[in-house]
């Protein structure tokens, strides 16, 4: 009887509530998400690119997976759009034959990101 009333009060309650728990949030959270340059002094030659990532977090600085991110701003180009790693990373490469300097900005999934890079073409 002793072992009937542990097993149905304590280890059966918590296995139900292991089992069930949700999934962790996969909110972006904006403060935490981080817009880098891998590459940002390039030659203006058309060839050298320029290294852009994005990294989409949630609220605990965790990486969130399959996002969609948008990079705009990039030199003689239209937006491009790529989705988040496992890591919660997207990369953007882009080349350009002019010199200068240009402020790519990124939004993830719609919403601006409210931050910017600068990258420099030069030759």
């Not at 990369?91 to 002019?98: A, D, G, L, M, V």
């Amino acid at each position: 009887m002793g072992l009937i009333y542990f097993m149905t009060t304590q280890v059966i309650p918590r296995a139900l509530v292991s089992m069930t728990k949700a999934a962790p949030s996969q909110r972006v959270s904006f403060t935490n998400s981080l817009i880098l340059g891998e590459r940002v002094l390039v030659t203006a030659d058309g060839v050298e690119n320029a290294k852009v990532n994005v990294f989409v977090m949630d609220d605990s600085g965790k990486g969130i997976p399959n996002r969609s991110v948008e990079l705009s701003g990039q030199a003689d180009s239209s937006p491009v759009t790529a989705t988040t790693d496992g890591e919660g990373m997207a990369s953007f490469e882009f080349s350009s034959k002019k010199e200068g300097v240009i402020e790519v900005t990124a939004s993830i999934e719609g919403v601006d990101l409210g931050k910017k890079m600068r990258v420099t073409f030069r030759n």
